[in-house]
Structures are given as structure tokens and as C-alpha cells.
């Protein structure tokens, strides 16, 4: 079932950026209880895990002779061995010529290599997923038209995930949002120009949950439109959980760029200023960055920028707490991808602490040697004398407890 709801601009005297304030409205695509958002489960607190991460490769050539078809992304013509090729694959022929500038050859470079290099970058965001233990995955310039559910569910890892969409336009753009639908059922999604969102209902949480997944264009005149049809949809949907995420192809100030020329009045462009005037609008926390300053690298090594940005509403604080956005390493993309981590860690099992006193009990000697001859494991030696010692450790902490009682809790 679909709604799509027509808001007309009304008075725009909160709003201070004036690009935005002049916008004529929006049409926003309402998408309800979508048949991949999955079930609800009964209600066990848990954090939600976020990631944005960069460009899945996707698509093939067709052939069309030598024609030249422009590019939306550069204003280039993408071309490859006398065919014309979608940007994926033009991007992986590209990767592929830096190798072999590197010292790295190939016997032919065809359709192998470059599904090889499509599959790696598939492999590194299932990877991804998997390490980081991710309940949301947010997905930028996918440049597919049609995303079909087996390659959602080889992306996720398994089934258990539900996602919506935002198909090609040209060669360029594409936003895929994907997420675990064991801790989160589907409300209904909306859908722009330029941003994906979901309106997701965690367990054991009342308040919806509201993520936006962007990707802007080059263009300000667009991303006029875009700031303005992010910030109507919050103002709209009202009170939440917001955490709004992605591609927003602008920096808030010089700071936040290195080695690309802008014109600037006073220190920052006219852009720069507007960008930072929606971004204050939205009333989000926009997530200090760990790892890396710079999300966006040029391959020429010297232009840098921080394009990506995942900003949180203060009520999401409140229900999970106080997490750290990480940039992480890229691989063959220009994107870092970026992870919302939650400083709760794993230390692994707590270090057994052996009390002298139990030696001068007599019975203590008698208790490891029964222990340790009732113990029988078949596997290699360093597994046996693992398991061994860990049953060991439980005899000796259940002895104790009936021998000395809490004394060796109470010591300093």
C-alpha cells in the first residue's frame, strides 16, 4: 500500500537558511508495512548498531557498439574496450589500471576481473557486517535499478533482514538501507530524492526509530531541495528516535577539507555556511569522528574531505546511550565506511585468581588430582589442556566456597 502526501510550503520563519526557506515543497513517497520489514519479537533491550559504508559494485557492460553515452557523476563518457559500460564496471577497470601501475599484471583483463573486483567489495561489506555485529547497514550509490533479495540477504550474511531502496538514476546514485529484523519490525518507509528513510520499532523499545540514508548530489541547487525535504520529514513525523546518516557531499567548513580549492567569503563558502545552517536546523548531534578526520579521498592522495556524517537525536542517547562513530579503513572505494560502535567491550572471561591460603589445607591437594584424573577430552593437546584447566578452575572455585566461604572476597 502507498501514500503519497503532498505538503504545501507554509510560513518557513524557524528555518534560517534562506535557499531553504524558499523551497516550493516536496512530494515525500510513503511506503507502508513494507512485506520485508519482518516481525515483531518480544521486547529484549539491546543497542543498535549503525554503519554507513561505501559503494557496492554491481551491474555489467552492454554492448552498443562504440556510442558514447555521457556520464551523470563527471560529465564524462564511460567506455570500455569499445563498449559502453555502466559506472560500476567503469570504476573497476579503473581499479584495476591502478594495479597494474603498482607493479600488479594480469594475463587479459576482461569479465573476470572485473566480477572479481565487484565480488570483493561485496565481500568486504558482508565482512563488515559480520565483524561488527551491525543491526543496521546504510548503503550509497549502489547504481542498481532493480535490487533483488538474494543479493540483500548474500550482503546481510542471511535472511534474517528486511530493506528498502532507492533505484539508479543514470550511472549514478542508488541508496540501499538494510537491517535486522529480529530486533526490529518495520512501520513504514519514506522515500525522496536523494535520502531513504525507515521508521523501524526496536524490542523493548515504545518510540519509533527514525534512519535516514543519504546520498547527495554534486548539484546545490538539489541539495537545496534535499536538506529541505530531510528537515520537513522530521518536523513532520515528529517526536522519535532520529539518527540520520550517509553521503552529504558537503563539509560545514575549511576544517573539514584538505587539498580542494573553494571560494570563500570570511573563510567559508557560501555552501559551507548553508550546509552548516540545515545541520543546525535539524537539531541532530553531529558524531565526532574516531580514526580519521577525512572520510572522502581523491586517488591522487593530496584532496581529502569529510562528505560523510552520521548525526543522532538526544532522545537516541537517552535509550541507548552514548556511542563513538569509528571511520575505518577503505579498501578499493574513495569512502571510508563509518560504524556507530557503543563503548560496552567484550574483555573475554574473567582471569582465574589462585588465593595461597588454599594450600595449607589438606584437602586442597586431594581436590585438583580427583579433578584432574575424572577429566577426559579427545582433540588436540593445547584444546585438552584448555578444557582441563577450565574445569579445574570450577572445582576449585566450588571447594572453596564451601571450605572458606567468602573470605577471599573480603580480603584487601
Known amino acids: 500500500m502507498k501514500k503519497k502526501a503532498k505538503k504545501a510550503r507554509g510560513k518557513e520563519e524557524e528555518i534560517q537558511n534562506q535557499s531553504i526557506a524558499n523551497t516550493e515543497g516536496f512530494v515525500l513517497e510513503v511506503v507502508l508495512q513494507n512485506s520485508n520489514g519482518g516481525g515483531f519479537n ?23 557498439g562504440s556510442q558514447e553515452v555521457p556520464s551523470q557523476v563527471r560529465g564524462e563518457s564511460v ?23 603498482l607493479g600488479m599484471t594480469f594475463k587479459g583483463v576482461g569479465n573476470e576481473d572485473v566480477t572479481r573486483v565487484k565480488e570483493f567489495e561485496r565481500r568486504k561489506i558482508r565482512e563488515l557486517v559480520q565483524a561488527e555485529h551491525l543491526d543496521f547497514l546504510a548503503l550509497q550509490e549502489t547504481k542498481m535499478d532493480v535490487i533483488p533479495n538474494n543479493f540483500v540477504q548474500r550482503l546481510w550474511g542471511n535472511s534474517d533482514c528486511g530493506w528498502v531502496y532507492l533505484p539508479v538514476v543514470g550511472n549514478s546514485g542508488g541508496i540501499l538501507s538494510i537491517w535486522n529484523k529480529v530486533k526490529a519490525s518495520l ?11 525507515v521508521c523501524l520499532q526496536f524490542v523493548g523499545e515504545l518510540r519509533c526509530c527514525y534512519i535516514v540514508n543519504v546520498y547527495a548530489k554534486c ?5 537545496h531541495r534535499l536538506w529541505s525535504d530531510i528537515l520537513m520529514s522530521k518536523r513532520g513525523f515528529g517526536d522519535g528516535l532520529w539518527c540520520v546518516v550517509g553521503d552529504f557531499n558537503s563539509v560545514r567548513d575549511c576544517h573539514e577539507r584538505r587539498g580542494v580549492g573553494v571560494r570563500s567569503v570570511g573563510g567559508r563558502s557560501t555552501e559551507m555556511v548553508e550546509f552548516d545552517n540545515f545541520l543546525n536546523d535539524l537539531e541532530l548531534v553531529d558524531m565526532p569522528l574516531i580514526g580519521r578526520s577525512f572520510t572522502w579521498f ?9 562528505l560523510d556524517r552520521v548525526l543522532i537525536s538526544s ?7 552514548n556511542p563513538n562513530v569509528w571511520v575505518l579503513a577503505r579498501d578499493v572505494a574513495d569512502h ?20 595461597n591460603f588454599w594450600l595449607g589445607n589438606r584437602e586442597f591437594k586431594e581436590v585438583i588430582t580427583k579433578a584432574w ?8 593437546m593445547g584444546f585438552i589442556l584448555k578444557e582441563r584447566l577450565k574445569g579445574l578452575k570450577g572445582v576449585i572455585k566450588e571447594w572453596s566456597g564451601r571450605t572458606f566461604g567468602e573470605v577471599e572476597h573480603t580480603k584487601k
Not at 548539484?219 to 541539495?223: D, G, H, W
Not at 532522545?315 to 546511550?321: E, L, R
Open 42 to 64: 518480544q521486547p529484549s533491550r539491546s543497542s543498535v548498531q549503525c554503519s554507513l559504508a561505501p559503494a557496492v559494485l554491481s551491474g555489467g557492460a552492454s554492448d552498443v
Open 79 to 101: 567506455r570500455a574496450g569499445g563498449q559502453v559500460v555502466d559506472r560500476d564496471t567503469s570504476e573497476a577497470y579503473h581499479i584495476i589500471d591502478i594495479q597494474e601501475d
Open 187 to 197: 512501520v513504514f518507509s519514506f522515500i525522496g530524492e536523494g535520502f531513504v528513510g
Open 219 to 223: 548539484n546545490l541547487r538539489a541539495k
Open 298 to 306: 581523491h586517488p591522487n592522495g593530496v584532496s581529502m574531505s569529510r
Open 315 to 321: 532522545s537516541w542517547f537517552d535509550v541507548w546511550g
Open 336 to 355: 571510508c565506511p563509518l560504524v556507530l560502535r557503543y563503548s560496552s567491550l567484550d574483555w573475554g572471561p574473567k582471569p582465574f585468581r589462585f588465593n
Open 373 to 380: 584424573e575424572s577429566q577426559h577430552f579427545e582433540g588436540w
